[in-house]
């Protein structure tokens, strides 16, 4: 009879330890899953810092170009007038020049255009830190719940040897003994 309990409760442990080992799997697929993830969002991060970047280098670069084209315009206006300040159209270039400075235009990002740009470019980092934060206490969770996992299919694999051992004890006992 003491052969049948202890072949009973084998099956039992057995059974629960590869349903631990299962979840246990299942947990890790989650994981890989989570850094997969997070690894894409950060790569799509990167190539949304870059985009707007760019967009910022090509309007400055647009901006800078244009104020050489006046310089150059008025360099010549002021070459063919001799350096007569007093030409009305050389002050109105002047002007010009010295508004778009004082107006912040000499720097793209101080536009409006640019501070919208960045106003942007930070609400959607802010959104896709708080995902990455997000991914980061599922993973914590997860690795959480693997280790108490793993905690009770080392105590299930300890009881299964130990039921072996009283198993392997008890047919040494019950075998008849001949002398």
Not at 48 to 68: D, E, P, Y
Not at 130 to 137: A, E, H, L, N, P
Request: proline share 1%; charged share 15%.
């Amino acid at each position: 009879m003491g052969y049948a309990i202890f072949t009973a409760r084998k099956l039992m442990l057995t059974n629960r330890i590869n349903q631990l080992n299962f979840r246990i799997m299942q947990l890790s697929q989650q994981q890989q899953t989570l850094a997969n993830n997070a690894a894409n969002m950060e790569r799509s991060m990167a190539s949304m810092k870059n985009l707007f970047s760019n967009i910022g280098n090509i309007f400055q670069m647009g901006m800078t170009m244009q104020q050489n084209a006046v310089m150059a315009a008025l360099t010549q206006k002021m070459q063919s007038t001799n350096g007569d300040f007093n030409d009305p159209s050389i002050q109105s270039g002047l002007q010009g020049m010295l508004g778009t400075y004082l107006s912040g235009g000499a720097n793209f990002f101080s536009t409006g255009l640019g501070m919208s740009l960045q106003l942007m470019n930070q609400s959607i980092e802010t959104v896709n830190q708080t995902k990455m934060q997000q991914i980061k206490d599922m993973e914590t969770q997860i690795e959480l719940q693997r280790k108490s996992l793993e905690t009770q299919l080392a105590a299930a694999q300890e009881e299964l040897k130990a039921v072996e051992k009283a198993e392997d004890n008890e047919i040494k006992n019950s075998a008849p003994k001949f002398a």
